[in-house]
């Protein structure tokens, strides 16, 4: 019933930067939190960043003070704005999205990943 749409991963050199797009198909009664994942091979998925409805946003510490989420509810889209990128960050990146599907019922969906390579 929901198709997050991710683009724009890709290769980048250390030092670069890359933008993540996340539209999200429908949002039925609302999108509540949307938030951004990452796994790299070999390790777990985990949390880059997050933003609420009312704007609220959260980064893991290693990514603090390089990107930076946000969001166009005009166009149920989700951003994450990355700037000096390094090797570490190569990952596959995972868009998630908390909606409210009907009354009294919130459901999390993810696209598919999007790779971002970082290397010279």
């Known amino acids: 019933q929901v198709q997050l749409v991710e683009s724009g991963g890709g290769f980048v050199r250390p030092g670069g930067s890359l933008r993540l797009s996340c539209v999200a198909s429908r949002t039925f009664f609302g999108i509540n939190v949307m938030a951004w994942y990452r796994q790299a091979p070999g390790k777990q998925r985990e949390l880059v960043a997050q933003?609420?409805?009312?704007?609220?946003?959260n980064y893991t510490g290693s990514v603090k003070g390089r990107f930076t989420i946000s969001r166009d509810s005009a166009k149920n889209t989700v951003l994450l704005q990355m700037t000096s990128l390094k090797p570490e960050d190569t990952a596959v990146y995972y868009c998630n999205a908390d909606i409210t599907v009907r009354l009294g019922y919130h459901y999390a969906f993810w696209g598919q990943g999007t790779q971002v390579t970082v290397s010279s």
């Open positions: 933003i609420t409805s009312g704007g609220n946003t």
